[in-house]
């Protein structure tokens, strides 16, 4: 494996005191870059300054968007080790997301070792208030300058780092969820199952609609028939029917979310039934109808768990239901505190979910 290069930045940016600022708007001073072409595969693995990069106005991905990315976060632990959550399953799962798209996958190892090499000379960029982490977006896109139609010949993977605040700095704040049944973001046989750019964009408008209506994100149900429940823009959905943990299965249309697969290991572990399956949109109202369902939560990397505190279905006449009194449901609430205490260390990890940085 090529040993990977450092190019020293001329000056280090001043750390900025995260609770202060929005996700994603404030970057440290190192990125990771790799290269790909047919003659040299992924190649050139470097830590470079953190700097606009220079596309061609023919790039592939600004016409046909051929991109795909991860999102993970490092910690400090409570004894002051930088720490990353499952970072080896979100490289995997990045070449997972380079097959569905036709990128060329990228070495694993030299990522990884890219990753956590960038990870150590960023440490002191990893904010060590309750809650806070470093966010990790690797990512990859096509970089030919061609308009053709075509899989892209050369790639660019850049990791860049961004300091985040905690997400629930204020307590917990349940989502406002819309069942969506009009428009749709992935289909049997689409790219539901990779993290890519074209799910992003197929979710924008109804996100737009759903807001405008008081709601803060969509719930999507299959493109077919508006039936079956999917998972949330950015997140996997789980519910809490009599006592079972209930997700729908991962059947190609939704993403493999490492958050829902750390959820449900924990949630067996714990001895509750875990069931992934089809969830149709009209057991769930049977479900609230006669009692059972007694939470609804999201999973994903950003918040952890996100409580749902309303789901609205149906646009004529809409089912409008409550959940734990709009408030986070215990079950939420105890998984939420003990993947917390994980990352930081305060709860004895053994899964192997927390990678050591150096
Ligand atoms: C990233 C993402 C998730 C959450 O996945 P995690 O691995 O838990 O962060 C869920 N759904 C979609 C569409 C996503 O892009």
Redesign the pocket.
């Given at each position: 494996m090529a040993e990977i290069k450092f190019v020293k930045a001329p000056a280090l940016k001043e750390k900025v005191d995260v609770s202060t600022i929005g996700f994603g708007t404030c970057f440290t001073d190192y990125m990771f870059r790799m290269d790909y072409s047919p003659e040299e595969g992924w190649h050139g693995a470097s830590i470079v300054p953190y700097e606009d990069i220079k596309v061609s106005p023919a790039n592939t991905t600004l016409h046909y968007g051929q991109a795909i990315f991860e999102?993970c976060k490092a910690y400090v632990t409570r004894d002051g080790k930088p720490v990353v959550f499952r970072g080896k399953d979100h490289i995997a799962r990045l070449n997972r997301s380079a097959r569905i798209l036709d990128i060329p996958q990228v070495p694993f190892d030299e990522a990884y070792n890219g990753l956590i090499k960038l990870l150590s000379i960023e440490k002191d960029w990893i904010p060590n208030g309750p809650g806070q982490s470093l966010y990790i977006r690797p990512f990859i896109f096509a970089s030919d300058s061609f308009l053709g139609v075509s899989v892209s010949q050369t790639y660019v993977f850049l990791i860049i780092l961004s300091p985040v605040a905690a997400y629930y700095a204020h307590g917990f704040a349940p989502v406002k969820i819309m069942v969506e049944d009009h428009y749709s973001r992935a289909c049997q046989g689409g790219l539901g199952a990779a993290?890519t750019a074209a799910?992003y964009a197929a979710s924008l408008h109804a996100g737009l609609y759903a807001h405008e209506k008081g709601y803060d994100q969509v719930l999507w149900t299959d493109a077919a028939e508006h039936k079956w429940i999917g998972?949330v823009?950015?997140?996997?959905i789980l519910f809490k029917i009599d006592g079972k943990i209930v997700t729908p299965e991962l059947d190609g249309t939704?993403?493999d979310?490492?958050?829902?697969r750390t959820v449900l290991q924990i949630a067996r572990d714990w001895g509750y039934s875990v069931e992934e399956r089809k969830i149709s949109v009209d057991e769930l109202v049977e479900a609230y109808k006669s009692g059972k369902l007694e939470e609804v939560f999201g999973?994903?990397?950003a918040a952890v768990i996100s409580p749902v505190g309303e789901l609205i279905c149906g646009k004529e006449n809409p089912v409008h239901m409550v959940l734990n009194g709009g408030k986070i449901g215990p079950f939420a609430y105890k998984m939420y505190d003990y993947i917390d205490k994980l990352h930081t260390g305060e709860i004895e990890d053994k899964y192997g979910f927390v990678e050591p940085v150096e």
């Amino acid at each position: 494996m090529a040993e990977i290069k450092f190019v020293k930045a001329p000056a280090l940016k001043e750390k900025v005191d995260v609770s202060t600022i929005g996700f994603g708007t404030c970057f440290t001073d190192y990125m990771f870059r790799m290269d790909y072409s047919p003659e040299e595969g992924w190649h050139g693995a470097s830590i470079v300054p953190y700097e606009d990069i220079k596309v061609s106005p023919a790039n592939t991905t600004l016409h046909y968007g051929q991109a795909i990315f991860e999102g993970c976060k490092a910690y400090v632990t409570r004894d002051g080790k930088p720490v990353v959550f499952r970072g080896k399953d979100h490289i995997a799962r990045l070449n997972r997301s380079a097959r569905i798209l036709d990128i060329p996958q990228v070495p694993f190892d030299e990522a990884y070792n890219g990753l956590i090499k960038l990870l150590s000379i960023e440490k002191d960029w990893i904010p060590n208030g309750p809650g806070q982490s470093l966010y990790i977006r690797p990512f990859i896109f096509a970089s030919d300058s061609f308009l053709g139609v075509s899989v892209s010949q050369t790639y660019v993977f850049l990791i860049i780092l961004s300091p985040v605040a905690a997400y629930y700095a204020h307590g917990f704040a349940p989502v406002k969820i819309m069942v969506e049944d009009h428009y749709s973001r992935a289909c049997q046989g689409g790219l539901g199952a990779a993290k890519t750019a074209a799910n992003y964009a197929a979710s924008l408008h109804a996100g737009l609609y759903a807001h405008e209506k008081g709601y803060d994100q969509v719930l999507w149900t299959d493109a077919a028939e508006h039936k079956w429940i999917g998972e949330v823009g950015s997140m996997n959905i789980l519910f809490k029917i009599d006592g079972k943990i209930v997700t729908p299965e991962l059947d190609g249309t939704i993403l493999d979310g490492i958050t829902r697969r750390t959820v449900l290991q924990i949630a067996r572990d714990w001895g509750y039934s875990v069931e992934e399956r089809k969830i149709s949109v009209d057991e769930l109202v049977e479900a609230y109808k006669s009692g059972k369902l007694e939470e609804v939560f999201g999973s994903g990397t950003a918040a952890v768990i996100s409580p749902v505190g309303e789901l609205i279905c149906g646009k004529e006449n809409p089912v409008h239901m409550v959940l734990n009194g709009g408030k986070i449901g215990p079950f939420a609430y105890k998984m939420y505190d003990y993947i917390d205490k994980l990352h930081t260390g305060e709860i004895e990890d053994k899964y192997g979910f927390v990678e050591p940085v150096e």
